[in-house]
């Protein structure tokens, strides 16, 4: 597969608050089974057939709303199907929890790989905040702009006020969106806390909050790192990576939905616990220690 330089398009420099996690190179799983040639290059197909979708989809959309919701998550599943990653839902709401988000959710997760957004997306199609510069990439930016995802520029303090805005207009109109409040990739072993900012969209909306644990598991179904983004790794080559990996799957919980309350950072708090709840592994901080690092208690080795 073609590889491609990463693409910036945030021209402002970092600050104290830019998103970083201390997971690098080192924690992508490298011997993890894979496929032979001849199924790599099926799944290639496949996964450009899918693509193929997206004009219909547009179209469709314009007509019925309903079916466009319908054919995109039709197109995330066999993106998913391509890649050879697995779906795997435990649902543990009940009809009445499951009812507060009928008409709109804020929807959040911790982020491991641009995986999640398909992995999410299959589930229930919905407009998803996502770094600047995703609608520049190869193959995801087509679907980025099919999706009209919500860009947020990092390295660009004053315009997160702006995009919390925007997730809270789309939230009052009874949409559903999706944000990854580590504000960066982590290898899902390790993982950041969440950061506030977006859930004041769903305090200044009444909306209630969907939170989601997703994690990666191999054909044991032991957690696995072989699907995170990090380090230096382009988009090219995690495609290319992953197309090769045999036996994935994506495990998905739903909790019960959390309401937003008066205070985002408590809100945040909630939602991070419910996130991180059944968190089994222990987390590895490959020997760095990061301000938002979270460590389960359960998981802090013993003296």
Not at 2 to 10: C, F, G, N
Not at 23 to 35: A, K, Y
Not at 87 to 97: H, I, K, Y
């Amino acid at each position: 597969m073609t590889r491609h330089a990463p693409v910036v398009v945030e021209p402002t420099v970092d600050h104290a608050w830019m998103p970083s996690s201390p997971c690098g190179d080192g924690c992508i799983g490298r011997d993890n089974q894979v496929v032979g040639t001849v199924v790599a290059l099926a799944r290639m197909v496949l996964a450009v057939a899918a693509l193929a979708l997206l004009p219909i989809l547009i179209v469709v959309g314009i007509a019925s709303p309903h079916a466009r919701r319908r054919v995109t998550r039709f197109g995330a599943r066999m993106l998913l199907f391509a890649l050879g990653i697995g779906l795997q839902v435990d649902d543990r709401r009940s009809d009445r929890e499951k009812s507060r988000t009928d008409g709109g959710a804020l929807v959040v997760a911790g982020h491991v790989s641009w995986t999640d957004v398909l992995v999410l997306t299959a589930l229930r199609p919905a407009t998803f905040v996502a770094r600047g510069d995703l609608i520049d990439w190869p193959v995801l930016g087509v679907l980025a702009r099919a999706m009209k995802v919500l860009p947020i520029h990092r390295r660009n303090l004053r315009a997160l006020p702006g995009t919390v805005e925007q997730v809270a207009d789309r939230l009052r109109s009874g949409g559903t969106v999706v944000a990854f409040p580590e504000a960066t990739t982590w290898c899902g072993r390790a993982y950041g806390s969440f950061r506030p900012a977006m859930f004041q969209a769903a305090v200044d909306t009444e909306t209630w909050v969907q939170p989601v644990q997703l994690r990666y598991v191999d054909t044991s179904r032991e957690p696995t790192t072989a699907t995170c983004f990090v380090g230096e790794e382009t988009i090219g080559q995690s495609i290319s990576r992953i197309l090769r990996l045999k036996g994935i799957v994506a495990e998905v919980g739903l909790v019960a939905p959390v309401p937003p309350g008066n205070d985002r950072r408590d809100l945040a708090r909630r939602c991070e616990a419910s996130v991180r709840a059944d968190e089994k592994d222990r987390t590895e901080l490959h020997g760095v220690i990061a301000p938002d690092v979270v460590v389960h208690p359960a998981m802090q080795p013993h003296s």
